[in-house]
Each structure stands twice: as C-alpha cells, then as structure tokens.
C-alpha cells in the first residue's frame, strides 16, 4: 500500500474524496503527496511534515495532456514515484480535484489558469479604503464560487478607516450569505475568525489586488516572514507585484494558506456555475420574463424591469452582471471553437498515425 504517513495526510488536508480514488488503481511503489509549489513545470511535494522533494511530470503525462488541468496545480494531492534519496521524484497521477480556482490566461484565447486546488475558503482580500470597490468583488465572487469553495471577504487595513463598523455593515447588505471580516495587521492575533477558517485540513488561498496585505496576513498565518511585502506608494496606495509565485504553506493554527501574486486582471474563462452562484436571482428574474429573447428594455411582460423600477434590483449590480455574463458567454464560445479545434487535431493525428500502420502491413 502507499507509504505516507496517515497523521500528516489528514493535517494537510486528505479526506475521503481523494482516498476512494486510491482504491480503483494500482499504487505500489507510490507515494501520495501534495504539491505545495509550482516553478516553471516543475512541482514541489510535500509527502510527509518534513519531507518535500521537486518533481517534473512523466513523458506520458506530458504527452497526453491536453489542456492545463492535465498538468498538477498548487494544492493537487498526486501520487508520486519519490526514488530513495533521490532529488527529483516524477509525478504519475493527479487526483481528482475537489475545487479548482482558476481565470483564463492572460493573453490566451482559451487556455485557463489554475490558481489553486483544493481549496476550502478563498480568501477576497480587499483593502477598506481605496480599493474597496463592489463590481470587483461581484467579479471575484463569481470567480470564487465558480471554483466549488467558500469565498470569505477580508477587509484588511483596517487601522486606514475611522468607520470600520459602517462599511462592514454596507458590504454585509450588499453580498448577503457570504462571510466579511475587517483586520489589520495590528490585530491579527486578536482576531479568532482566522483561526475558524485555519483549521487542521483546511486549506485556503489568499487573492486580490497587489498591495491589499495579503503576503502580511500570509506571513502572520506561516509565523515567519517568509513572503516578500513591498512599501505601497502613498500617493495611489497601490503595491508593485512582490510574490511572484504561489505556494502553499503551514499555518501556526494547523490549516494551509496559499499566498498568490495580485491579479491586475481577472478574466473569465467557462465561470458559467460561478455566475449562477453569485447572480442566481437575477437569472431567476430573468426566466420570469414573458419573452425568452427579452432585451428587458421596455418588452411588455419584462420581470427585470420592475424589479429595477422597485429597487429590488441595484442599477449597478444589473449592470455587473450583465457585464460578467457577456464575457463569460463569450469567453465559452471561444473555448468551444478551441476545443473542437483541438480535437480535431488530435483525430487529424491518430489517423495518420493508423494510416502509416495500415501501409505498414500491407
Ligand atoms: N496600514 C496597514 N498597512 C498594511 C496592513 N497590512 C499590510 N500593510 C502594508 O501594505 C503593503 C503591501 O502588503 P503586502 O502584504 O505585500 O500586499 P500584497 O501585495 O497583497 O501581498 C506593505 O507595505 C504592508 O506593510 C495593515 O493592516 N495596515
Ligand atoms: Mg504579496
Ligand atoms: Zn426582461
């Protein structure tokens, strides 16, 4: 059976997901390991409390990949050929992932980027002040429902703010069901939320924009100032981008927190369930409409429209929403016609390849 030791797969997060994949394949001679970081195709693993070792992918693996989830991510649990000794152990197996925070690739048509892997709470850090902005926490949101875990706002620097309670309560009446914390970096070890979410198992990923404090919060939970922070300039409070790459550490309260570099951009690839999650009643409003075409401008029978004439419905967030849709409808149909492009490559392959075969017997 795989030799890994049980005490430390649970503390980093294994559960029954992942071991009932273990019984359906032949794993002698493997070891399970989390990947804890991710440079430049290479992945590091951690297969005991103190043990890790970088690690490529197999030739097949590389082969047979199609996409980038066929490739390990930050958080992917992997069963892994780890020789004695040795400095460089090989990937075999991803397992299925029980989450996966992901956006499209900048500057790809279609080809998306995974954050992070099993995840339980994505932390959306924003700062109150400056940053503080809905449409992109409707943006965010959507992102981190989309990746099957929890989205947990943090509002950091909270020492900026004379009016701490009074946004609290504003962005808690603006994203009903979702849990907003305020801290600042002067009160982190008074705060018990963060040891809520850090427990044994648990694992969450820290994302914003550069500059909100999420290596200081990162580097608290890790207890040693392992991270790299950067002095925001005051004039524009913005941070210059210092964690260039993800990782997945211990905490001092038992879970693991995945620190990532800021996103100046958060495109959408396929976040279809995310919109859902986060604009269900819209949608719902939406196929309420009497024409199932309705432009909701001024259609007789239209459900959207009164429910912005009552103030049901905010301007702003139809108006996020509308956006957010567009781009991700858009983004499907491009990855479609990608995916059809792909495998028709693919076929276009496998039949020279057969044909060569056939010439060859005959
Ligand atoms: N005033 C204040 N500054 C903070 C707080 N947390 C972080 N910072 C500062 O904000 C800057 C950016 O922090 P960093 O953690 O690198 O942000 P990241 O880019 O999101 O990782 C650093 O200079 C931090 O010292 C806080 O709670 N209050
Ligand atoms: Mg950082
Ligand atoms: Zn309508």
Sequence with gaps: MINSNAEFLSHFGWNGFFESQVLTMSSKNLVVARVVNEEKNLYRLQFD??????????????????????FPAVGD?????????????????IFNRQSSLQRKKVGEVSEVQILATNV???FITTSINSDLNYGRLDRYLTFAWDSGSTPVILLTKADLS??????????????????????????????????DYMKPGK??????????????????????????????????????????????????????????????ELQFADHEAGLAEQFGDIEELISKCHFSNCQHEAEKGCAVIPSLENGELLPERWKNFNKIAKEVRHAMRKQHKW????DRKIWKKRSIESRQKYKGWQ
């Design 77 to 93: 649990w992997v069963l892994a050929e780890i020789p004695p000794g040795s400095e460089r152990a090989v990937v075999r197996f």
């Design 162 to 195: 004379a009016d701490v309670e009074v946004i609290i309560s504003q962005v808690k009446e603006r994203f009903h069901g979702v849990n907003i914390h305020a801290l600042s970096k002067d009160n982190f070890e008074s705060v018990e939320f963060l040891k």
């Design 120 to 122: 339980d709470y994505v």
């Design 49 to 70: 409390f103190d043990k890790s070792v970088w690690s490529a992918v197999t030739g097949k693996m590389q082969f047979e990949a199609v996409r980038r989830s066929d």
């Design 203 to 264: 694992t969450s990923v820290l994302v914003g924009s550069s500059g909100v404090g999420k290596s200081t919060i990162a580097n608290f939970l890790i207890g040693e100032e392992i991270i790299k922070t950067l002095e925001v300039r005051e004039s524009d409070d913005k941070g210059r981008h210092t964690t260039t790459s993800r990782a997945l550490y211990e905490s001092i309260y038992g879970g693991l927190i995945i620190d990532t570099p800021g996103m100046r």
């Design 339 to 342: 995916i059809l492009a792909q």
